[in-house]
């Protein structure tokens, strides 16, 4: 949460001069590189190798959202704001809620997997495990303490590899979101209104002329379902918000189990 919290100024002072969209893009390469270098650890890690990637998560979170609240705010006449922000936290929460359950059963079921992959390297035709189960009974743990204590160890190995598969699993999300996010803004920029703010179906007087500034809130009156995002060309692409209410909503799923595993 720190470089969120020495970022987060430097995002909102400078959102009106960004392009949200390639922010919001930044915020999920962060999300899926930090998840994949997760993926990585083994049970030995120490804390200060779990410290460096959340330090770096930081930086996703802060490009994550605040352009999210300007992302599904914007255009939306001032009576509505409450019941919009309102609607955007509720998905989120159930997101989040409904994603951490899913990952956990994940989660358990791959370690019961790896935890059963384990169990078949411990038999006498394996050296490593023989060698292993003569040193705990030289130690006085022959037997079943024995075996006990080898099962110990299979089960926090087989849940450490099922925490990677779960890491891995979510940078391949995140990728993924990417993806349907860029193809979400090519299916918006079927809506680019050029110059005079007209195109079939929208009008100059629903649609108007600043439509362009970047990442900030029309100052028009703009038809409640469009958002707006700026191409840097004095155009502006304003389509519907649906892919970005899933995406987002998946975003905000996806990152809350990173943090919490």
Do not use: K
């Not at 998560?57 to 919009?84: K, T, V």
């Amino acid at each position: 949460g720190i470089l969120a919290f020495l970022m987060s100024p430097v995002i909102g002072a400078n959102i009106n001069r960004m392009d949200l969209r390639m922010v919001v893009t930044a915020a999920f390469l962060v999300f899926a590189g930090t998840s994949l270098w997760f993926s990585s650890f083994d049970s030995s890690a120490s804390f200060a190798t779990l410290v460096l990637p959340r330090f770096v998560m930081g930086a996703g979170i802060a490009c994550f959202f605040i352009p999210l609240n300007q992302i599904y705010l914007a255009g939306l006449p001032g009576d509505q704001i409450a019941s919009a922000s309102g609607l955007a936290n509720f998905c989120r929460t159930m997101g989040s809620s409904v994603s951490t359950a899913v990952t956990v059963t994940i989660w358990q079921h791959r370690g019961e997997f790896h935890h059963a992959i384990l169990t078949e390297s411990v038999s006498p035709a394996h050296p490593a495990a023989t060698h292993y189960l003569q040193g705990l009974a030289q130690g006085g743990l022959s037997g079943a303490r024995g075996l006990g204590v080898v099962d110990q160890v299979l089960t926090r190995e087989a849940l450490t590899l099922a925490v990677n598969d779960v890491f891995w699993l979510c940078a391949v999300l995140f990728v993924a979101l990417i993806a349907s996010f860029m193809s979400g803004m090519a299916g918006a920029r079927s809506l680019v209104i050029v110059g005079s703010g007209t195109r079939s179906g929208i009008t100059s007087e629903a649609v108007p002329p600043d439509c362009s500034i970047h990442g900030s809130v029309p100052r028009g009156p703009v038809p409640a379902a469009a958002r707006t995002f700026s191409d840097g060309t004095g155009a502006s692409a304003c389509g519907s918000s649906t892919g970005f209410t899933s995406g987002c909503a998946a975003m905000c799923a996806l990152r809350s189990v990173t943090m919490a595993l």
